[in-house]
């Protein structure tokens, strides 16, 4: 049988994204955080101090795409977020990042950051991480 080398690379890359997933779950456990609630806090910090809508936030969303309703209320609970009705549309609900949510992400952003280069480190150089990084972007992934 021929070696199809598309399906090779396929399959390394779910194994290489499934390893990078494990280290960022590992990096996020002391913080309570999933990977899913970074990346809302990610949104939230980088729109502040303007609101997101659940929508919004659900479209931007990069980890999956998990109950974005149920994320929110987890993180509300945790008081990372905070959720108001909009001033300008009573029917809108607006997303925003509470002081200590901002605090919470700088930490667990910096911890699942050095994870993934802390990994990607020990297995490319540089010139290998920017060569890997134009053909994720070529494939529409990046």
Same mark, same amino acid.
């Given at each position: 049988m021929?070696?199809?080398?598309?399906?090779?690379?396929?399959?390394?890359?779910?194994?290489?994204?499934?390893?990078?997933?494990?280290?960022?779950?590992?990096a996020l456990q002391p913080f309570g955080l999933t990977h899913a609630q970074?990346?809302?806090?990610?949104?939230l910090s980088d729109s502040s101090p303007n609101p997101l809508t659940p929508k919004e936030i659900k479209e931007g969303l990069v980890v999956g795409n998990p109950d974005v309703t149920r994320l929110i209320d987890r993180l509300c609970k945790k008081q990372l977020v905070e959720r108001a009705t909009s001033p300008y549309n009573r029917r809108?609900?607006?997303?925003?990042?509470?002081? &200590?949510?901002?605090? !919470?992400? %700088?930490?667990?952003?910096?911890?699942?950051?050095?994870?993934?280069?802390?990994?990607?480190?020990?297995?490319?150089?540089?010139? &290998?991480?920017?060569? !890997?990084? %134009?053909?994720?972007?070529?494939i529409n992934i990046g």
């Open positions: 021929k070696k199809n080398d598309h399906a090779t690379a396929y399959f390394n890359f779910i194994k290489t994204a499934s390893q990078v997933e494990k280290k960022i779950k590992e970074l990346n809302i806090l990610a949104m809108q609900v607006d997303i925003r990042i509470s002081k &200590e949510g901002k605090v !919470l992400f %700088r930490k667990a952003h910096l911890s699942a950051k050095r994870a993934v280069g802390n990994y990607f480190n020990k297995y490319i150089n540089e010139r &290998e991480a920017r060569a !890997l990084n %134009r053909i994720l972007l070529k």
